[in-house]
């Protein structure tokens, strides 16, 4: 764990609810501030029933709040069912992957839990709001021979966001 008077990292197991409270708690969390979560890539191996307790749970727990997920999209086709195939074959089962769909049903996932407002947009429509001058920055570091694949995976993957309490957040 890492405390410190602004803001606490711990390791935890989000299935266990309890376990996880407790040691927010040990850090004096205060349900009461604004508060961001993030998760990069954790829900899609949590089955839907365990990732919608903890959406629910953390929608519940806070006043004002943000949940940011980066996480895949558009697993029902080709390209997406190759990705499985191939995680599969590594046996790294994605056990939400049917909550992955569409943008459409990262959002709906996110409402239904107990979150106020929810939007998903694909990492290929985030890279085409990127400054154009960001944008050659990034592609001069490596050349990039496999543009279309490159495009393929960028919809494969999104950006989702949730807010309660949005007016205290600015939004």
Known sequence: MLDSKRYAII???LRDLPELEEKLKKCNMNTQLPTLLITECVLVYMTPEQSANLLKW???SFETAMFINY???NMD???GQIMIENLRRRQCDLAGVETCKSLESQKERLLSNG???????DMMELYSRLPRAEVSRIESLEFLDEMELLEQLMRH???????KGGSELGT
């Not at 979150?115 to 947009?121: H, I």
């Not at 993957?157 to 807010?163: G, K, Q, R, V």
């Open 58 to 60: 953390a929608a519940n």
């Open 11 to 13: 390791g935890a197991d």
């Open 71 to 73: 996480e895949q999209v």
């Open 157 to 163: 993957y999104c950006l989702c966001w949730a807010t």
């Open 77 to 79: 086709d080709r390209f």
């Open 115 to 121: 979150w106020e407002t929810a939007s998903a947009v």
